[in-house]
C-alpha cells in the first residue's frame, strides 16, 4: 500500500527519484517497475505497479474497438502509458510527452494513493489540496 507526500525534483533529462517508502513498498509486493501514464482527473500523472498495468491492460483489451467511449478513454489515456524501470538510485525516467502533460518543471510531489501512486508537478498539486470538495461530494471513509 502507498501513502504519504513527497517533494521531489525533476531534472532537465526527465529523471526524479521515487521516494523510499514508496521504492520499499513496490519491492515488498515484488513489483520490479511501474508504469506512468495520464490521470484522467487532473493534470498528473499515475504510476502503477506492473502488476496493477498488467490487469487493466488485460480489461482494455477485452474491450469492443467498436466501443466509441472506451476507445477514446484508451486514446487519450492507456496510449498514454510508458513502462518505466527504476535504475540504481531509485530514479525513473519521465517521458517528454508525459512531462509535457502534466507540466513537471522542477519541483515535483509524489503521493501514494493507496493502490497507486500519483505524480504532480508542486503548484498543480497545491493548487489539488487548496481546491475544497463539495460538501455532497465528501466521503466518510470509516462508512466506505
Known amino acids: 500500500m502507498f501513502f504519504g507526500t513527497y517533494n521531489h525534483t525533476i531534472d532537465a533529462k526527465g529523471r526524479t527519484s521515487l521516494p523510499v517508502k514508496l521504492r520499499d513498498a513496490l519491492a515488498a509486493a515484488g513489483e520490479p517497475r511501474i508504469v506512468l501514464l495520464r490521470n484522467s482527473h487532473s493534470r498528473s500523472l499515475l504510476a502503477l505497479p506492473q502488476s496493477q498495468w498488467t490487469e ?43 512531462r509535457e502533460w502534466a507540466g513537471l518543471a522542477r519541483d515535483v510531489v509524489w503521493v501514494g494513493m493507496g493502490g497507486y501512486i500519483q505524480l504532480y508537478d508542486q503548484v498543480a498539486y497545491e493548487a489539488e489540496m487548496a481546491a475544497e470538495i463539495a460538501a455532497d461530494q465528501r466521503l466518510d471513509f470509516f462508512k466506505v
Open 56 to 98: 487493466l491492460a488485460r480489461r482494455v483489451s477485452a474491450a469492443s474497438p467498436f466501443d466509441a467511449a472506451m476507445q477514446r478513454n484508451v486514446l487519450k489515456f492507456i496510449a498514454s502509458a510508458h513502462e518505466v524501470d527504476l535504475d540504481v538510485h531509485g530514479r525513473v525516467l519521465v517521458p517528454p510527452p508525459l
